[in-house]
Structure formats: C-alpha cells, structure tokens
C-alpha cells in the first residue's frame, strides 16, 4: 500500500521537453513510474525517446489524459506560468498535481490551491521534491535509490532533510514520503499526510519533519493527539537558527517565540511525539520505536 501515488498512477509531466523536465523524466521512468505523456503546446504530436520508451507530447492535460487515462500530473515549468499551468491541470480533471517550481509567488499558490480544491484536485507543493512510494513510483525530484519499500511514511517540509532521513532508514523502508514543501502556501499539508498514513494498513510508524517558521507542526500536533493512533516520531529543522535573525527559507517566519524549534518540539512532544535533536537522532528514535512496537505485540 502507499498513499497518494501507487503503481497504478499514470503520470503526465507539464514541461517536460525542458532541460529540468527531461533529465528528471528519465530519472522517474528509471524508477519505474509509468509515465504517459508530457505537455508542450509548442510541441505537440511529437515523441521524446528515453532509453527504451517512447513518451509522446501532447497540446494540453486534457488531452494528455483523454489519451492516456493520467490522473497525475507533474509541473517543471517556469515560476511565471506554473500558475497557469496548475489551473489547466485542475480544470481537465487530474486527480494529483506535484508542484516541483520553486519561485511561484505567492498570490499565485493561493490562487491555484483554492482553485484546485473546487475542482478535487490534490496539489503537492509549491517547491517542493515531490513523492515517492518506492517499488512503485516517483513523482518528482526524490532520488530512487537511496530506499526500498517498507513500513515508513514519511512527510517533511524540508527536501534535503527527505533524502536524509530516507537515507539514514533504508534499511527499514518505506511506504511513501511526501516533500510538501516549505513554501508560506502549500497545497497538501503535514495533517493531509497524517490522515492518509493513518488509514494506510501497511504504514506502521510515521515520520514528521517541520522547520521553523509558521504553525504548522503545532497544528500538526493538535490533529495527531485527536486523530493519530500511529507512533509518530518528529525533527524540526533550525534548532541552531540564531534569534533575531530572519531566515532564508521563504516559509521560515519566526515572531517572538512563536515558530521557533523549541516551540515546535514541546508542540509534539506534549501529544507523545518524541522529537530527535539531529536528523541522526531522530532515525534512532524510529529504530527504537519500531523495536519497542514488536516488543509489545510479541508480548
């Protein structure tokens, strides 16, 4: 099982005949996922040849779906038309739109998420790595080799600290793992993951990573002592972010201690979350988790 994108997922790639969107076509064809078309008015009618499979281009989604039968699609076009980009998305039909732009304006996020959710279309991203349930697909920029399938879900607003902790628990594997992104406005959020990993049979323990800024993680928290039944184990990006500092990150906006790392952590920890220090520590708390979740049901 996984959540979001399985197997069965037949995916378009808007703008994929650019030089990000073909190299990262490959990569996802490489990893299984069965891509059907990409999306270029300009070149429609054509094929692209990766390897040994020939993915045709079609003049729009709604055609690439009539086609194909697509229900995802994934976006690797400019900031100043991925807003347009979403919209035909949604207006056509796809089921799941992954937003993989970064630099998309705000005022555009907001337009084209409230647009999508009229239409039933679920959006991942802005900037983000996008998902992958490994074994099955990969839609997106998350690297393929670096885990296998298992008993993990995993959502993070972070997408190196994605491939990090996907990295230090490949052993154990994973379900799916969600880059939503660290955007102000993001389409699915941390409590969208939780409640799909939730009523996941084979997702048995799942991974939050948050990074300061906004109150997403404390939302977060209030929805899994309410909602969760599942462990959770969580890391917050920036505990080391110094105070009074305005961060990079367009999504880390820190006021007093609103925000913070600190206060993000006794968040979760308050409704059972533990909370590692460093991306290494979190991966041993997942790894104790699981031992202590064996104990108990051998018991």
């Known amino acids: 099982m996984a959540i979001f994108l399985s197997k069965e997922s037949k995916v378009l790639v808007q703008g994929m005949t650019g030089a990000e969107g073909m190299k990262h076509t490959r990569r996802m064809l490489s ?27 079609f003049g ?20 100043a038309f991925a807003k347009a980009a979403v919209l035909e998305a949604a207006d056509a039909g796809i089921g799941l739109a992954v937003v993989i732009t970064e630099g998309i304006p705000v005022h555009d996020s907001v337009v084209f998420n409230a647009y999508a959710a009229t239409k039933g279309t679920r959006v991942i991203g802005p900037n ?23 008993r993990i879900g995993l959502v993070s607003k972070s997408g ?9 628990l490949r052993d154990i594997g994973f379900s799916t793992c969600v880059g939503i992104g660290g955007d102000p406005v993001v389409g699915t959020t941390h409590i969208d993951c ?13 991974v939050l990573i948050g990074e300061i800024g906004g109150d997403a993680e404390e939302r977060a928290a209030a929805y899994i002592r309410d909602h969760i039944t599942k462990p959770v184990v969580g890391y917050i990006a920036g505990f080391t972010a110094p ?10 906006i820190v006021s007093g201690s609103s925000g913070t790392a600190q206060a993000k952590k006794k968040a979760l920890e308050a409704v059972g979350v533990r909370v590692g220090s460093t991306p290494t520590e ?3 708390l997942v790894l104790n988790q699981l031992e202590t979740e064996r104990d108990v049901t051998h018991s």
């Open 31 to 57: 990893a299984g996922t069965d891509i059907v078309g990409g999306v270029n008015p300009r070149k429609a009618g054509r094929t692209v040849d990766f390897d040994d499979r020939a993915v045709p281009v």
């Open 60 to 79: 729009s989604v709604r055609e690439g779906i009539e086609a194909t039968g697509a229900d995802v699609s994934v976006v690797f076009v400019p900031p």
């Open 128 to 150: 983000c790595p996008g998902l992958i349930s490994p074994g099955e697909s990969n839609a997106g920029i998350i690297p393929a080799d670096i885990a296998k399938p298992g």
């Open 160 to 168: 190196t600290l994605t491939y990090q902790l996907m990295y230090e």
């Open 194 to 206: 939780l409640a799909a990993f939730q009523e996941d049979p084979d997702t048995e323990l799942i």
């Open 243 to 252: 105070e009074g500092k305005t961060m990079g990150h367009a999504g880390a």
């Open 282 to 284: 979190t991966a041993r």
